[in-house]
């Protein structure tokens, strides 16, 4: 098997991870806050009875939908990026353009991951957890360690096809 052929398999498989997450992020996690903000505004205004705990879960499911669109959003290139300009640019201006801000995700992400995965042992010690229902938080900080790896991985493979751009001139969509 060639090196490019393994590295369109691997970058197949981040991908679909990558949508998994977005469908379980867009099908379960979105829809559950939506039903859960919607019973307790019902019980709080019509029976005086509000769930005391709703915001807290609410904010916990509200973290987990934007972490599990995180590679999404990249693959579908709808992060932010000056899209005037980037439209009028030639392919080489494109190409330095997108090894800067790809450089600059990935030194975001892979120290977001990095102290993640160096906060999960301190957490686990301490017994984390939130304030009102004492929901352990290391549960949180894996998946924003996981998440924050499949991202650098997926902007390993895409800086490397940003850099081939550049020194071919041909920029790839």
């Known amino acids: 098997m060639s090196t490019m ?3 369109n398999i691997v970058e197949r498989g981040l991908v679909r991870l990558a949508v998994l997450c977005h469908l379980l992020a867009a099908l379960i996690v979105l829809p559950a806050i939506v039903a859960l903000i919607g019973i307790d505004v019902t019980l709080r205004y019509a ?12 904010g916990l499911l509200l973290f987990v939908s934007i972490v599990l669109g995180l590679s999404y959003a990249w693959i579908q290139k709808v992060h932010v990026r ?25 030194l975001t992400f892979a120290m977001l991951g990095w102290q ?21 938080l290391w549960p949180f900080r894996f998946l924003l360690g996981a998440i924050s790896t499949l991202l650098c991985m997926q902007l390993i493979l895409y800086f490397f096809a940003a850099v081939q751009s550049l020194i071919t001139g041909r920029h790839s969509e």
């Open 116 to 136: 993640s995965w160096n906060d999960i042992p301190y957490m686990l010690t301490i017994g984390e957890s939130s304030e009102e229902l004492g929901v352990l």
């Open 82 to 106: 000056m899209e005037m300009l980037y439209e009028m640019a030639t392919p080489r201006f494109k190409s330095i353009g997108d090894i800067l801000t790809i450089s600059c995700g990935l």
């Open 5 to 7: 052929a393994g590295i």
């Open 47 to 58: 029976f005086s009875a509000p769930l005391f705990w709703a915001q807290e879960v609410c």
